[in-house]
């Protein structure tokens, strides 16, 4: 990678997509797209764009989320999650550019009862997991160099997301109740572009191979290693440890109040409850929790405890709020 590297990012109003904007910009010319430049339902749209850009790294932080609503137009959820990651994909082959891809822990059906790692059986259990599943089958598909990056319970201090849900539930009513049979770990979009441009810096200065491969053409300088060092491959990236919904509840109540925030419930009054106490439309899997081992030893990376960024993200929006 180098200051002649064009970038072309995906997303660029989404959480995630919004702290790549930062962490990636050191790294070649970012080209930031949202849904108006780029339309992922249309894949004439994509290749049109690709095409015109020529970039040497791709990175799609775009996607269809709203996990409910895919029960009920699964075909969008498909085409944005799916079809369109397989276009991106098959773009970037024809360029030999790096192709960096999100998904996700909903593509495990949550029965395993530890945490799963990247051999394990995707078996997901509703239309939001099957689409994004389908993306990643389509990448591997093409056999265009990736990097895939499975994450979980993504929050920021901007959008929306169960954070800000919770704390403006707090504010204004008397009850609250969270699910406590569910299991993750709560990962902030600051913290998966952090990773991602320390993977990206990683690639290109610590080639293993002596002297580096000839760079690829059309490559910016340092991701010909991805080759090298056989890095092509799926990641999973979560804040390290585990809790649940329930658990996330009370430590964002905890730290709003402890940052001055006025609510009317504290965290002890949070309610537990069950899965089938609070029946949704999609599916979710009672274990989300994902083993970062293959990433925390390929990349050298260590990733703090969930509960890191969560008060980072509480007390950047009291602050706001103040």
Known sequence: MNASSTILLTGKNGQVGWELQ????????????????????????????????KPNLIINAAAYT?????????????????????????????????????STDYIFDGTKPTPYTEEDEPNPINAYGRSKLAG????????????????SWVYAARGNNFLKTILRLAREQDELKAVADQFGAPTSAELIADVTA????????????????????????????????????????????????????QLVLETAIKNGHNLRISPDQVIPIKTADYPLPAKRPANSTLDTIKLCQTF???????????????????????
Not at 136 to 151: G, L, P, S, Y
Not at 304 to 309: I, K, L, R, T, Y
Request: glycine content about 6%; proline content about 6%.
């Open 22 to 53: 930062r962490t990636i910009a050191p790294l070649g010319n970012v080209i930031a797209l949202g849904r108006q430049e780029m339309d992922l339902a249309d894949p004439d749209s994509i290749r049109r764009v690709i095409r015109e850009i």
């Open 66 to 102: 709203a996990v409910d609503k895919a029960e009920e137009e699964p075909e969008l959820a498909m085409a944005v999650n799916g079809t369109a990651v397989g276009v991106l994909a098959e773009e970037a082959k024809k360029r030999n550019a790096l192709f960096i891809h999100y």
């Open 136 to 151: 990643e089958e389509a990448i591997k598909q093409t056999d265009c160099e990736h990097i895939i990056f499975r994450t």
């Open 198 to 249: 320390l993977t990206l810096y990683r690639i290109n200065a610590n080639p293993t191979q002596e002297p580096p491969l000839p760079l690829k053409e059309g490559w910016g300088e340092g991701f010909n290693q991805i080759v090298a060092n056989k890095l092509s491959d799926t990641y999973h990236l979560v804040a390290s440890g585990e809790t649940s919904w329930h658990g996330y509840s």
């Open 300 to 322: 050298g990376v260590t990733l703090p405890p969930w509960e890191f960024h969560i008060k980072r993200a509480v007390a950047e929006i009291v602050g706001w709020e103040r």
